[in-house]
């Protein structure tokens, strides 16, 4: 009884940290699809995607819908499709209904379609470095890393993360990237780090290495600290490389 008092606790304390986190911005919510085609059918499912995104200019949809298609880990082949920018209540009466839009993409999509995912991220602009223009535009290639957290630990990996943009600033780094937290849809607490990327050269390390950086920003004892807290909170680490598909997008 106790060991089920418990986990109910964690699960709750969990959804408020989480939510507390979401709410950090106005409109920082994301819509997250990831679509594997079936085997043999890309083409197929390429083509009716493209159909789907025609289908949403012709409604004048207001939202933007950008579709990645990832290239490298275990999810190889998958296609991600996202909506970025929202408040929770922008999904209650969108311009284009959602059973409407459901609807196109299920006749269109879903006979290529073997399994799709949705989830909820929220953006934290105060944790994030992005690039010029991120919020509007699409860089050519992503790193996307995805940082499970043991339980608990969400504020200590903040306070962490909360360090660097300041010191890539005063050091001249330039190390770019956004934070987003999953809000619903998976496994909690999970962070996802992306890497913007213009050119394949672009994911060669940078002169100075990170660690390097932080010494020079904070002093060896503290980088150090820093660094030490990151494999203290980290679960685990995984990454993938996603490619953007401007001819699957809608902007």
């Not at 197929?44 to 995104?53: M, P, S, T």
């Not at 994030?128 to 969400?154: D, M, Q």
């Not at 992306?194 to 050269?201: H, I, T």
């Not at 390097?212 to 993938?240: N, P």
């Amino acid at each position: 009884m106790r060991k089920a008092v418990t986990l109910f606790l964690a699960v709750c304390l969990q959804g408020l940290i989480v939510a507390a986190m979401a709410q950090e911005q106005p409109g920082n919510i994301a819509e997250i699809i990831r679509v594997r085609p079936k085997p043999g059918m890309e083409k197929q499912f390429e083509a009716a995607g493209k159909e789907h995104i025609a289908w949403h200019r012709e409604k004048q949809d207001d939202w933007a819908w950008l579709v990645w298609q990832v290239i490298s880990g275990p999810r190889t082949g998958d296609y991600v499709a996202a909506t970025f920018g929202h408040k929770w209540a922008d999904f209650d009466n969108p311009k284009v209904p959602r059973e409407e839009d459901g609807a196109d993409a299920a006749q269109r999509i879903g006979p290529y379609t073997e399994s799709m995912e949705t989830q909820y991220t929220a953006y934290l602009a105060k944790y994030s470095r992005p690039s010029p223009g991120a919020s509007s535009n699409a860089t050519r290639f992503s790193t996307v890393v995805t940082i499970h957290l043991k339980p608990g630990t969400e504020k200590t990996y903040l306070n962490a993360v909360g360090k660097l943009p300041a010191a890539m600033q005063k050091t001249n780094w330039p190390g770019r990237y956004m934070l987003h937290v999953l809000v619903n849809g998976g496994e909690h607490p999970t962070f996802y780090l992306v890497l913007p990327r213009q050119k394949w050269a672009d994911f060669g390390p940078p002169e100075k290495p990170f660690d390097k950086m932080l010494e020079e920003a904070y002093g060896r004892e503290d980088a150090e600290a820093i660094l030490k807290t990151f494999d203290k909170v980290e679960a685990s680490v995984s990454s993938e490389m996603i490619v953007f598909r401007p001819d699957m997008s809608y902007v």
